[in-house]
């Protein structure tokens, strides 16, 4: 176990397996991919939305030693080179496709993905399921939703951010590590002092004008102009074909949130067959609030499939 100190300031978290990063070359771009584990085709980790590869060191401390694990970092989060063009989904799906050829090239890959990276890798899943061997999605529900006429002005935005960046939202500066790891505690309240500190110090980089910076295109802050359609989500996942287990916060907030629909029961209709565990004391951030519940969870369900 790496340790875990929660009562001082200076609380820090030891990782316990040694990462390290890797680039590819995708259409021109660079993506950075953290690894752990075996030189094998890996398991392929997928994260959030203003998050980063990185973070799931966490997770990754409290699954198997011969697991060959791989987080990306999305473009414009990370150490990935951002977009001039923005952001959209189809990016995400695209991006991992052309990854998945060159990290298990002819081989079925097995993916884990949170919030935007569940919702990307149950989307691929049913696009591409004879390219997934098995999906595990923490609390990837989707995207939310917009009104139909809030279109021009969701676009408009857009197309401003894109002509003169400064347009687009400005993200935080924050005094140190500390007080960003403050933060991010007030946020995820079962999260501890030491894993705090941790995920403050991989999501920002030191900024140019004193402080710590998010590791994040700003592009990312701007709400989608184009986005699938609920409904074009469950076209696409109720082709999922591989086994699938959905990991969700017993407190999620995103759950509390639902009011027209309950994600829970749209997943088992459109993924009936489908393991579903729910993770005590773990709100939408479960992997990094209970990474050893969470990983005992995906343990038992890839075991469960030998």
């Not at 080179?81 to 050829?101: C, I, K, M, Q, W």
């Amino acid at each position: 176990m790496a340790e875990r100190c929660e009562s001082a300031a200076s609380a820090k978290y030891l990782p316990r397996r040694l990462a390290r990063q890797e680039l590819y070359q995708v259409r021109g771009a660079r993506i950075a991919v953290t690894r752990w584990g075996p030189d094998a085709a890996p398991i392929l980790l997928l994260h959030g939305r203003m998050d980063c590869g990185a973070s799931y060191q966490l997770l990754v401390d409290e699954l198997p030693d011969d697991w060959p694990l791989a987080a990306i970092d999305w473009r414009g989060y990370g150490d990935s080179e951002p977009r001039a063009d923005g952001y959209l989904f189809t990016h995400n799906l695209s991006d991992l496709d052309a990854l998945v050829e060159q990290l298990a090239p002819g081989a079925p890959v097995r993916l884990i993905g949170h919030s935007l990276g569940g919702t990307v890798a149950a989307t691929y899943a049913g696009v591409r399921p004879e390219r997934v061997a098995w999906l595990v999605n923490l609390e990837g529900f989707g995207l939310m939703s917009a009104a139909p006429d809030t279109a021009p002005a969701r676009h408009a935005a857009w197309l401003a951010a894109l002509r003169q960046p400064r347009t687009a939202p400005e993200l935080r500066t924050y005094a140190s590590v500390e007080e960003l790891a403050q933060r991010i505690v007030q946020r995820n309240r079962h999260l501890g002092v030491a894993a705090a500190r941790y995920l403050a110090d991989v999501w920002s980089r030191p900024a140019p004008g004193g402080g710590r910076a998010l590791c994040a295109d700003p592009l990312h802050r701007l709400r989608l102009p184009l986005r699938p359609s609920p409904e074009e989500f469950a076209a696409c996942w109720q082709r999922i074909r591989c086994p699938a287990l959905l990991v969700h916060g017993q407190e999620s907030e995103i759950l509390q949130r639902a009011t027209e629909v309950d994600p829970l029961a749209r997943w088992r209709r459109l993924v009936p067959a489908s393991a579903v565990v729910a993770v005590a004391a773990a709100g939408h951030m479960l992997h990094v609030e209970q990474p050893l519940a969470c990983a005992r969870a995906i343990a038992a369900f890839v075991r469960g499939l030998a």
